[in-house]
Nanobody, 121 residues
Framework: EEQLVESGGGLVQPGGSLRLTCVAS????????MGWFRQAPEKEREWAAR???????YYDPSVKGRFVISEENDKNTVYLQMNRLKPEDTAMYYC???????????????WGQGTQVTVSS
């Protein structure tokens, strides 16, 4: 059974940092795409960052230069280091894994439970 387990969310002040971790188990496709969608209240779900095995990561323009996504393929783990956080980064962050880096979240069938990131003073 495929499972994604996320950790690392929380409350942080503007300008602070958080690191999200997502561990995938039971997923056998390789190579694969792993990444993070995020959804703020009353907003559309959007990609924050994603990486296809061994390739250049993609970042939403709003996070580029502040977030860094990295992977440990032998551990089926992806990390999202979030620096210089802003209140507009506040959202539920969801880890996904799939055969391709689909642009639409609807194409992903394997999701983590979500981890809340709140940036507030």
């Amino acid at each position: 059974e495929e499972q994604l387990v996320e950790s690392g969310g929380g409350l942080v002040q503007p300008g602070g940092s958080l690191r999200l971790t997502c561990v995938a188990s039971g997923y056998t496709d390789s190579p694969y795409c792993m990444g993070w969608f995020r959804q703020a209240p009353e907003k559309e779900r959007e990609w924050a960052a994603r990486i296809f095995t061994g390739n250049t990561p993609y970042y939403d323009p709003s996070v580029k230069g502040r977030f860094v996504i990295s992977e440990e393929n032998d551990k089926n783990t992806v990390y999202l280091q979030m620096n210089r956080l802003k209140p507009e980064d506040t959202a539920m962050y969801y880890c996904v894994i799939g055969k391709y880096c689909y642009s639409s979240s609807d194409m992903f069938t394997h999701w983590g439970q979500g981890t809340q990131v709140t940036v507030s003073s």
